[in-house]
């Protein structure tokens, strides 16, 4: 290989709704493709493999030549699910599809620590389809809550939100012309509700993909007062752990990123500071590997 070649990477960054591939020459020639999100701890390989051949190969062969034509020389698989007992699974699919040799699978929760602070230290968080959080050293995660996923956890998180929305619609918590808004938008009965999210797929998905509703009618009080126990519940059981090292906390995802307002009033009113929201996690990633 000439010396002065530039090797093409791939870094992934999964969660459980959606899935950004980044191949990148360097910071400013890439192409990021999105997918159906990867959780190799609730998918199964035929599933991945779906979402890879039917859905990211496909758009790769639209871009141009050497993209479409060249296999990445490394990849950095960040996502969801990515645990130590099926990171190799997940890393064993990788090469099946992309032939690479070099591939390293983590968390989406390290992912997320090293686009904040890339070798700086601070407590980092997740809020999207779901939570977490950790204490970040510089090179690694020091300690972490466990997030214990949107049935036991994942206090926060748009599934969490969707959850305690519908709890508060159907138990008559909320105004009439709330529930009303709500139902003309979506039309969703309790039989389809207990159907969503106890029989079919993804229940997590669908939680979520309610949360739009909220930051519509996130100035009504009721609202307002819904979010703010959710994201109390977030600090109270994910971030008391990590104050004696830090007070200021960074965050990725969705769900901060639409309501950085009420995010920063929970976490004041507990002695803590709000520092970096983004939406996505992939420049900071780019940074990390190879904008040094």
């Not at 998180?157 to 012309?177: C, D, E, M, T, V």
């Not at 529930?179 to 389809?192: H, I, P, S, V, W």
């Not at 008391?240 to 901060?256: D, K, M, W």
Request: charge should be neutral.
């Amino acid at each position: 290989m000439p010396k002065n070649k530039k090797i093409m990477i791939l870094i992934t960054d999964s969660g459980s709704s959606k899935c950004t591939w980044c191949f990148a020459l360097e910071t400013d020639r890439q192409i990021r493709i999105t997918t159906t999100g990867i959780n190799p701890s609730t998918q199964d390989r035929e599933v991945i493999l779906n979402i890879i051949h039917q859905e990211l190969f496909p758009a790769l062969q639209k871009q141009e030549n050497i993209f479409s034509t060249s296999k990445p020389e490394k990849i950095f698989f960040y996502g969801a699910g990515c645990t130590e007992a099926r990171k190799s699974f997940m890393a064993e699919i990788l090469q099946a599809c992309f032939g690479t040799k070099t591939i390293e699978v983590y968390s989406d929760m390290l992912g997320a620590a090293r686009s904040l602070f890339q070798q700086s230290t601070g407590i980092a968080c997740i809020l999207g389809t779901g939570a977490n959080s950790c204490l970040y050293d510089g090179k690694k995660i020091a300690a972490q809550t466990p997030a214990l996923g949107y049935i036991l956890g994942d206090e926060g998180s748009g599934a969490y939100l969707g959850k305690i929305l519908l709890r508060a619609l159907f138990k008559g918590k909320l105004p009439a012309p709330i529930r009303q808004a709500f139902q003309e938008e979506y039309g969703l009965d309790m039989g389809t509700v207990i159907e969503r999210t106890y029989r079919a797929p993804m229940a997590n998905r669908f939680l979520a993909s309610l949360t739009p509703f909220l930051h519509r009618h996130k100035d009504e009080k009721e609202i307002h007062a819904l979010l703010c126990n959710a994201f109390d519940d977030f600090i109270f059981y994910n971030l008391e752990a990590y104050r004696p090292q830090s007070t200021q906390v960074s965050f990725i995802g969705s769900i901060a990123f639409y309501f950085q307002e009420e995010l920063k009033e929970c976490l004041q009113q507990r002695g803590f500071q709000l520092g970096t929201v983004i939406q996505d996690p992939m420049d900071g990633l780019l940074k990390y590997y190879i904008g040094k």
